[in-house]
């Protein structure tokens, strides 16, 4: 029994050694470039949307150069 054990985990460390090699020898980092600037407009505002500042306070107001309390940024499907 104990000689069958020893055998199937040889097998599977076996089996283990192989696909980590096979992975290693197949994956490719080469991302396309192209993909690369999908990724940056989907991450990147599709809107110069720079909300609204309100009170005064210690927070850098993207619209002036200003300290206020808040800052309002989002969106929203009314007119303002």
């Not at 050694?17 to 505002?45: C, Q």
Request: proline share 4%.
């Amino acid at each position: 029994m104990k000689n069958n054990m020893k055998k199937l985990i040889i097998f599977i460390i076996f089996l283990c050694v192989i696909a980590v090699w096979t992975t290693k020898r197949f994956h490719k980092d080469d991302m396309n470039p192209l993909i690369l600037n999908n990724v940056e407009a989907i991450a990147s505002d599709e809107s110069p949307n720079i909300g609204r500042c309100y009170g005064q306070g210690s927070i850098d107001c993207p619209a002036g150069n200003r300290k206020v309390e808040y800052v309002g940024i989002g969106y929203s499907l009314e007119i303002q």
